[in-house]
Structure formats: structure tokens, C-alpha cells
T-cell receptor
Framework: DVKVTQSSRYLVKRTGEKVFLECVQDMDHENMFWYRQDPGLGLRLIYFSYDVKMKEKGDIPEGYSVSREKKERFSLILESASTNQTSMYLC???????????FGSGTQLSVL | AQKITQTQPGMFVQEKEAVTLDCTYDTSDQSYGLFWYKQPSSGEMIFLIYQGSYDEQNATEGRYSLNFQKARKSANLVISASQLGDSAMYFCAMRDRRNEDSSYKLIFGSGTRLLVRP
């Protein structure tokens, strides 16, 4: 089975901290995605990557950056965490855009 | 601009009855794909069904079927014979790209919370 692993299930950080959310997939997928999920807003795409070292902005990239140095790993970076970045963060991957996404179990981030 | 619209924030259905969850979309692409995902209270995202824009038949997967009306740009999910375990959030999603030079990505609607009553 495809596995998408997010390093933390729960994370509590302080305003202004630099935060790294890590995601690893084990199926050699080309495409990886970072979403945030907020009640009433569904899943909103932050950034995605279709190849190593390639990245593309999603719908809400402000305040975030990403890194994809290796195919299996896609990191989401909050340069200076703010309280409005408190959310559930979901990582996903797929081989190509016609295929279903495989999701990680999510990271609930609280910024105090 | 939001391209996937789910107008039902919450719905109830009686166990064993059928229920339709609405989804409308907007795209200028001729080739696109539509997906439905289920998210139970545990938080995991479960893929349910996929419909390609060129598929002539409506997609079906067990008790799930997708009522695809291309001219109306709707892709409603129909769950037949509802079970208590169907209680969850349901998300409609579409493969989309910003422009012809961009890569495809998956965008989601705001979701519908379904509660199945015994």
C-alpha cells in the first residue's frame, strides 16, 4: 500500500517561530501537494510540486514556502508562524494528475 | 475564484435510503477530472469515485455513483442504501490548472457533512 507519512500529528508553536512540516511518500510519486483544511472552507491548496526541485504556488501560498530536494520528501515551511496559520495541514501525493491522491494523516498545527 | 461549489454544508439521511450530494464546477478546460473523497471523523481522506470529462458513462463504485451532467457542470454523488458508517464529510474535487503553462492540481470544494440517522 502507498504510504504518505507526515512527521507530526500535533504541533504547537509560538508566533514568529519557523516551522517545518515534513511529508514523505514511498511510491515514487511525481506529484506532491500541501493543503490546509479549515472548517467551512474545505481543503485549500498551498503549494504543489510535480518534480524534484520544482514547485508551483497553489491558491494560498502567502506565508509559506516549500522544499523538494528529493522525490520522496516534500516539506512545508512557515517562515514566521502566525496565529492565522493554526490549521490542519494535509500532505498528498499521486503519480499523475488523473489519478487519485493519497493523503497523509494530517498535522494539526496550533500557533499561540 | 472558487471553481468547485458544494452548496450543502450539512445533510441528514435515514439509514437505508439514498442521498445525493451536490457539486458544481467551473472550468474552461475540455479535459478535466472530477473526484469525490470521504473524510470520517478519524480525519483520513478516502477516495470514492472518479469521472473523466470524456467518459460517456456515469462512474459507479459499489454503492457510490456519480451523476455527471456536463452541460450543467455538475457532478453529484449519489450514495444508495445509506449506512451508519457513511456519516462523514464529503468533498468534491476537480483537476484544474491555472493556465496552459501550469501543471494540473486538485482543488476541493468546501465539503458536505452527511449524518445518517438510524
Amino acid at each position: 500500500d502507498v504510504k504518505v507519512t507526515q512527521s507530526s500529528r500535533y504541533l504547537v508553536k509560538r508566533t514568529g517561530e519557523k516551522v517545518f512540516l515534513e511529508c514523505v511518500q514511498d511510491m515514487d510519486h511525481e506529484n506532491m501537494f500541501w493543503y490546509r483544511q479549515d472548517p467551512g472552507l474545505g481543503l485549500r491548496l498551498i503549494y504543489f510540486s510535480y518534480d524534484v526541485k520544482m514547485k508551483e504556488k497553489g491558491d494560498i501560498p502567502e506565508g509559506y514556502s516549500v522544499s523538494r530536494e528529493k522525490k520522496e520528501r516534500f516539506s512545508l515551511i512557515l517562515e514566521s508562524a502566525s496565529t492565522n496559520q493554526t490549521s490542519m495541514y494535509l500532505c498528498a501525493s499521486c503519480m499523475n494528475s488523473n489519478e487519485k491522491l493519497f493523503f497523509g494523516s494530517g498535522t494539526q498545527l496550533s500557533v499561540l | 475564484a472558487q471553481k468547485i461549489t458544494q452548496t450543502q454544508p450539512g445533510m441528514f439521511v435515514q439509514e437505508k435510503e439514498a442521498v445525493t450530494l451536490d457539486c458544481t464546477y467551473d472550468t474552461s478546460d475540455q479535459s478535466y477530472g472530477l473526484f469525490w473523497y470521504k473524510q470520517p471523523s478519524s480525519g483520513e481522506m478516502i477516495f470514492l469515485i472518479y469521472q473523466g470529462s470524456y467518459d460517456e458513462q456515469n462512474a459507479t463504485e459499489g454503492r457510490y455513483s456519480l451523476n455527471f451532467q456536463k452541460a450543467r457542470k455538475s457532478a453529484n454523488l449519489v450514495i444508495s442504501a445509506s449506512q451508519l458508517g457513511d456519516s462523514a464529510m464529503y468533498f468534491c474535487a476537480m483537476r484544474d490548472r491555472r493556465n496552459e503553462d501550469s501543471s494540473y492540481k486538485l482543488i476541493f470544494g468546501s465539503g458536505t457533512r452527511l449524518l445518517v440517522r438510524p
